[in-house]
């Protein structure tokens, strides 16, 4: 399984969106909507924002929002808080029990 | 409060072993299925191996299967990743994380650290 392709960075300035890409095949994003995003400060565990495409956790700030389109998923942050910068991390279930990853995008907020 | 604590990572030489622990507590562990997903430096994260509630069933990825081996102890509700026949490629920030039935991960740990180097 070849690894999700995310954008390596994005930036935005406080209280702007930004949207963060994930691209993978018909295999795993476009094959299933089990496209999940996580939240990861170097240093400290990953935290899940969204699941299967576009659901929230109970907690997950709503300025987070997630989508697809075909073998592209993408993760949406509205009114970007200085928190929020972080790199963040597609994951696909890919079949068979296995998951996919993208490279990650850091994310800077301005 | 749902807590996962790895342990176990160091510095091994190649073709070595290690056995990593992952000690979980605040949710019903027997109850999950819990995987091993590492970030090697500078790359982005690679899912490794699931392991069943019951732990009669696993999974791997290619790249470790046949060495790594996935396992799990729920009377004292902790997770192990036996690692053999360690290679370079394997040096990574090794995470233990949680699934109750969906196909994406709930909790993680903060990772163990291994390196294999010469």
């Known amino acids: 399984q070849s690894a999700l392709t995310q954008p390596r960075s994005v930036s935005g300035s406080p209280g702007q969106s930004v949207a963060i890409s994930c691209t993978g095949t018909n295999s795993d994003v476009g094959g299933y909507n089990y496209v999940s995003w996580y939240q990861h400060h170097p240093g400290k565990a990953p935290k899940l924002m969204i699941y299967d495409v576009s659901k929230r956790p109970s907690g997950v700030p709503d300025r987070f929002s997630g989508s697809k389109s075909g073998n592209t998923a993408s993760l949406t942050i509205s009114g970007l808080q200085a928190e929020d910068e972080a790199d963040y991390y597609c994951c696909s279930y890919a079949g068979i029990y296995t998951w996919v990853f993208g490279g990650g995008t850091k994310l800077t907020v301005l | 409060e749902v807590q996962l604590v790895e342990s176990g990572g160091g510095l091994i030489q190649p073709g070595g072993f290690l056995r990593l622990s992952c000690a979980v507590s605040g949710f019903t562990f027997s109850n999950y299925v819990m995987s091993w997903v590492r970030q090697a430096p500078g790359k982005g994260l690679e899912w490794v191996s699931d392991i069943s509630p019951g732990g009669d069933s696993t999974d791997d990825a290619d790249s470790v299967r046949g060495r790594f081996t996935i396992s799990r102890d729920n009377s004292k509700n902790t997770l192990y990743l036996q690692m053999n026949s360690l290679r370079a490629e394997d040096t990574a920030i090794y995470y233990c994380?949680?699934?109750?039935?969906?196909?994406?991960?709930?909790?993680w740990g903060q990772g163990t650290l291994v390196t294999v180097s010469s």
């Open positions: 994380a949680n699934r109750l039935s969906g196909y994406f991960f709930d909790y």
